[in-house]
């Protein structure tokens, strides 16, 4: 037995394949830039900053105005 789908059903599915194939490859693509973002995390733990965090100096208002030039 053999069926024979209409020109517009075969159409669709052709659509929805190539739609599929698309979305694999982008999926493919993000496990890619997952894979490369933790090897390059993994490679230097300090370009995150790690470790204890430096002070931040914050000069008093009074300090600041009367550096100000008038």
Known sequence: M???LPPEVATR???MEDAIESVA???ERIGE???FM???LA???RALGMGAAEP???RSR???LAERPL
């Open 25 to 27: 490859v982008e999926v």
């Open 38 to 40: 933790t090897q390059a």
């Open 62 to 64: 009074e300090a600041a």
């Open 43 to 45: 490679e230097s733990p």
């Open 2 to 4: 053999t069926v024979t």
């Open 13 to 15: 599915i052709q659509a």
């Open 33 to 35: 830039g997952q894979r």
């Open 56 to 58: 931040i100096v914050i």
